[in-house]
């Protein structure tokens, strides 16, 4: 099991969170489990009032527009989210962008876009995030992240690394409490799974571990860290964890204690799962030579066992935020490849 890897972290408390989409053959437990969850996030109305209020204030501009052309072509980031509160807490800390000629915006920029040939659109939001220029896109959920993912990558021609950073399950009370983060230094790709007669799960896709560039700068703890990730007086009753492990990753909306069970069982070093990562991770070896290096950071805000409670999503994904924010301003501007 995944040691936390630092002592605390802040939390934030907010509101509920969108539906997420399932596939064809969702994984639900006939019968919920009964377990009480252990809190409730203390902010819910209200911070996602002001998360949206602030999402207001962006200026809109056209993909031909001369800013837009040379930002995107120096965006080293793409943060992916994958629902409307993903979205909302990786907006709530980017900063208006500038270029490197020293031509700045004065607020954030959004701009939308088609692909020729594809029946796909995109929205980026462009800004500065942990001091690095960065563009963020929520796409579909699961596998149908794919078409948008590879379009976005063609778009920015010099990013460097992309960041699924949202909300997760995690698998084990006992291992990690609601808003903890989990941060993938692999991803175990279920994009291939064989069921059994008699219950059993075969995984029968592949472990991508996280290049090492990426690991050293997300999923080692130091002491700077830990400092400024120490909980304060105005912080929220409970703080936050991070965990490093192994991230569940398939095309499935998982809400079955049985087959969660399964899962686990079959990934003893999991930590937690989730839906994106493994097409991150399939883009990512499949290019040549590879563009981008990309890594799973998200919040627990469930587990996977039929006790859903979407207040926790905006928490959960406000925490992965958080951490990816900071681990990213510690680097002071060094993580290029």
């Not at 993909?63 to 709530?92: H, M, P, T, W």
């Not at 050293?216 to 830990?226: D, E, I, P, Q, S």
């Not at 097409?279 to 030579?289: F, H, R, S």
């Amino acid at each position: 099991p995944a040691a936390p890897l630092a002592d605390s972290m802040t939390s934030h408390n907010p509101p509920p969170a969108a539906t997420p989409l399932t596939d064809s053959r969702p994984m639900t437990s006939p019968t919920p489990a009964a377990t009480p969850l252990e809190e409730k996030p203390a902010h819910g109305e209200e911070m996602l009032k002001k998360l949206l209020k602030r999402e207001e204030d962006v200026i809109v501009k056209g993909k031909g527009d001369e800013f837009v052309q040379q930002y995107c072509k120096e965006v080293k980031i793409i943060l992916q989210a994958a629902n409307d509160n993903e979205r909302l807490a990786n907006f709530s800390k980017l900063q208006p962008p500038f270029l490197n000629n020293g031509t700045k915006s004065a607020k954030i920029v959004r701009f939308k876009t088609g692909f020729p040939g594809q029946s796909i659109f995109g929205e980026y939001t462009l800004g500065i995030f942990g001091g690095y220029k960065a563009a963020l896109v929520q796409t579909e959920q699961g596998s149908d992240c794919r078409s948008l993912i590879e379009a976005t990558i063609g778009l920015f021609s010099n990013v460097s690394f992309i960041i699924g950073v949202g909300v997760a399950y995690g698998i084990s009370r006992d291992k990690t409490k609601l808003g903890d983060v989990l941060i993938s230094d692999k991803i175990a790709r279920l994009s291939n799974i064989k069921f059994e007669k008699g219950g059993s799960i075969y995984n029968r896709g592949q472990i991508t571990k996280v290049k090492d560039q990426l690991r050293v700068h997300f999923c080692t703890a130091n002491n700077r860290f830990m400092n400024k990730f120490a909980c304060t007086e105005d912080a929220s009753p409970r703080c936050s964890k991070a965990h490093v492990g192994c991230i569940i990753s398939g095309n499935f909306l998982l809400d079955n204690t049985d087959i969660k069970s399964k899962l686990s069982e079959n990934e003893r070093e999991a930590i937690g799962g989730e839906m994106e990562g493994h097409i991150l991770m399939d883009i990512m070896e499949k290019g040549d030579p590879c563009p981008f290096q990309a890594i799973i950071i998200k919040g627990v805000c469930d587990y996977g066992d039929g006790t859903k409670e979407k207040q926790w999503q905006l928490t959960a994904a406000l925490a992965a935020v958080e951490y990816t924010h900071l681990r990213l301003e510690l680097t002071e501007g060094t993580l290029f490849f």
